[in-house]
T-cell receptor, first 112, second 115 residues
Framework: QKEVEQNSGPLSVPEGAIASLNCTYS??????FFWYRQYSGKSPELIMS????GDKEDGRFTAQLNKASQYVSLLIRDSQPSDSATYLC????????????FGTGTSLTVIP | EPEVTQTPSHQVTQMGQEVILRCVPI?????FYWYRQILGQKVEFLVS????????KSEIFDDQFSVERPDGSNFTLKIRSTKLEDSAMYFC?????????????FGDGTRLSIL
C-alpha cells in the first residue's frame, strides 16, 4: 500500500510569515510530486509540481524534494489570509501507473 | 483558461438507484480520471481512462462502477445500485499526457448524497 503522509494540522501562521508544509511518501520509486490547494467543498487546485531533487520556486511558493529521504515540502512566503486552505500532497507512482496518491492534507490558517 | 466541467454539482439519490456523473475534460487532454473524496477523508483514485479503455483502476472500482466516453467530449461515471457509503464528492480530472511532472487538472466535483 503506497502511503502519503501529511500532518493534518491545523497550522496557523501570521500574515506575512512563511508557512512550511511537509509530506513524506512510502514508495521509493515515485516519480512526480504535486501540491494542490483545496478550499472547503471545492476541487483540488494545482499549485506546483516537482520531480527533480532540490528546490523549485514559483512566485511565493517553493517546493522542495529530497528523494533519498522520501520527503517533499512546500514553503509559502509572505502568507496571505487568502492562502488559508487545505494543502494536499499528491504523489505519482513510478512505472506505468498514472494514478495520484493523495495525503490527507494539512489545514493552513493565515491570521491577519 | 480551459477547465474540466462536471455536472451535476449535487446529486441526491435513493439507495439502490443508479447514478451517472458527467464530466467534460479539457479538450486537448488524452487521459481522464475519476477520484472520490469521502467527507473528511483523503482524495482516492478510482479509475483512469485512455484511448477509449480503462488503463488503471483501484480496488474501490468494482463491478458497481463503470466509465464511458459516449462521444468526443463527455466522460461519465456510472454507479449501479448505490449504497450509503457511496456518498462522497466525485472529482473528474484530465491530463494531456503522463510524463514527469504532468499534473492532473480537476473539475469542481459532484457531491453525491445517497439517502
Amino acid at each position: 500500500q503506497k502511503e502519503v503522509e501529511q500532518n493534518s494540522g491545523p497550522l496557523s501562521v501570521p500574515e506575512g510569515a512563511i508557512a512550511s508544509l511537509n509530506c513524506t511518501y512510502s514508495d521509493r520509486v515515485s516519480q512526480s510530486f504535486f501540491w494542490y490547494r483545496q478550499y472547503s467543498g471545492k476541487s483540488p487546485e494545482l499549485i506546483m509540481s516537482i520531480y527533480s531533487n532540490g528546490d523549485k520556486e514559483d512566485g511565493r511558493f517553493t517546493a522542495q524534494l529530497n528523494k533519498a529521504s522520501q520527503y517533499v515540502s512546500l514553503l509559502i512566503r509572505d502568507s496571505q489570509p487568502s492562502d488559508s486552505a487545505t494543502y494536499l500532497c499528491a504523489v505519482k507512482e513510478g512505472g506505468t501507473g498514472n494514478q495520484f496518491y493523495f495525503g490527507t492534507g494539512t489545514s493552513l490558517t493565515v491570521i491577519p | 483558461e480551459p477547465e474540466v466541467t462536471q455536472t451535476p454539482s449535487h446529486q441526491v439519490t435513493q439507495m439502490g438507484q443508479e447514478v451517472i456523473l458527467r464530466c467534460v475534460p479539457i479538450s486537448n487532454h488524452l487521459y481522464f480520471y475519476w477520484y472520490r473524496q469521502i467527507l473528511g477523508q483523503k482524495v482516492e483514485f478510482l479509475v483512469s481512462f485512455y484511448n477509449n479503455e480503462i488503463s488503471e483502476k483501484s480496488e474501490i472500482f468494482d463491478d458497481q462502477f463503470s466509465v464511458e466516453r459516449p462521444d468526443g467530449s463527455n466522460f461519465t461515471l456510472k454507479i449501479r445500485s448505490t449504497k450509503l457509503e457511496d456518498s462522497a464528492m466525485y472529482f473528474c480530472a484530465s491530463s494531456p499526457g503522463t510524463g514527469f511532472g504532468e499534473p492532473q487538472h480537476f473539475g469542481d466535483g459532484t457531491r453525491l448524497s445517497i439517502l
